[in-house]
């Protein structure tokens, strides 16, 4: 459903009782009794889970499936699977600069991308009461899953040419499988680039703030925005870079202190994050998961630029007892 998106942050922001946006999607196979294998397989699947999830948490927007292995699958990664876990990344495929220069930028509908594309405009015509975001995976994270993640810290500093030819690849392709995703319908992507958080502010600027806003000013638009997640450790040192690259909101992990953050987000502009998807989501108890949201409004939602959400994707098997305690913990705190 097409919506002025501009609009839909400022009225976020302006909201005496905010809604939670926390990254869910994947705990849908709990509420259909199938398997991670069989939700990403098939696009109806994917987008009656999305409804399911909208009819039972009354969230700020909806997320589609938080898959990054998803665009290193298209360029030629190796895959593993599971029933019960999040698909990942195996192996490297580029390891030169020959390799950098042979790797073809794959087209859209290439792996699963047509699976995932279909499932978001499904989504569209299902979930209407609340904006729909899909999801991708961001430059500097995807080129680390081709090249190899540890691999990626070496060659920011030895193989720097080839890292930056392995980008723009990288960006180039985003940036039309984004486009890809407007044209289903949806009102934006969550751009997931964890990667980059185990970087120095120093690389970070270079290897990955360039490529974000080149994608960021290819895609977005007023009905159409792109929200950036990184869950690194070190985002707070390098918070100037990632407002740097334009992005319309930003979305934080569990490994910072989302209450220091907040003191370096512009007021105009929507923080989310952190509670911690293994520890709380998936490893905590409805009454654990009640006490950490709490907290966290506490200290941040005298903020009206914080939307309160997970840390990252919240696991599989995450209890919905714990996913059913956070939504609540959240309409409590602000009714008083």
């Known amino acids: 459903m097409k919506r002025n998106m501009r609009q839909w942050l400022n009225e976020q922001i302006a909201a005496k009782e905010k809604k939670a946006l926390p990254v869910l999607s994947f705990p849908c196979i ?3 009794g199938i398997t991670v294998k069989e939700l990403i397989s098939k696009s109806d699947t994917q987008a009656k889970g999305m409804k399911l999830i909208a009819d039972k948490c009354d969230s700020a927007a909806s997320v589609s499936l938080m ?3 998803l665009e290193a699958e298209c360029f030629g990664s190796e895959i593993k699977f599971s029933d019960s876990e999040v698909p990942t990344v195996t192996g490297s495929i580029v390891t030169d600069m020959e390799s950098a220069k042979n790797l073809a930028v794959p087209p859209i509908g290439a792996g699963r991308t047509s699976i995932y594309l279909e499932a978001a405009e499904k989504a569209v015509q299902l979930i209407t009461d ?3 975001f899909g999801g991708t995976i961001g430059p500097f994270s995807l080129a680390g899953r081709l090249v190899g993640v540890s691999e990626a810290m070496i060659f920011c500093y030895e193989e720097s040419e080839m890292m930056h030819l392995v980008l723009s690849k990288a960006a180039d392709f985003l940036i039309s499988y984004i486009n890809a995703y407007k044209k289903t319908g949806v009102n934006g992507v969550v751009l997931a680039e964890p990667v980059t958080g185990m970087l120095s502010p120093d ?6 703030e360039p490529y974000v806003r080149k994608i960021t000013e290819a895609v977005r638009d007023e009905n159409f925005i792109l929200i950036y997640h990184n869950c690194g450790n070190a985002t707070i040192k390098m918070i100037d870079s990632i407002l740097n690259t334009g ?3 930003f979305h934080f992990g569990n490994a910072i202190d989302m209450a220091e953050m907040m003191t370096h987000i512009p007021e105009n502009i929507i923080a989310m994050g952190n509670i911690s998807p293994a520890e709380q989501f998936r490893g905590g108890t409805p009454q654990s998961i009640r006490q950490a949201t709490l907290d966290l409004l506490t200290q941040c939602g005298k903020y009206p630029n914080f939307i309160i959400s997970s840390g990252c994707d919240i696991p599989p098997l995450s209890s919905w007892d714990n996913i059913g305690s956070f939504f609540t913990a959240v309409k409590d705190f602000y009714l008083g």
């Open 247 to 249: 992005a319309d909101a």
């Open 203 to 208: 690389l970070a600027r270079e290897f990955s």
């Open 130 to 132: 609340r904006p729909i």
């Open 30 to 32: 709990q509420l259909m």
């Open 67 to 69: 898959d990054l292995s």
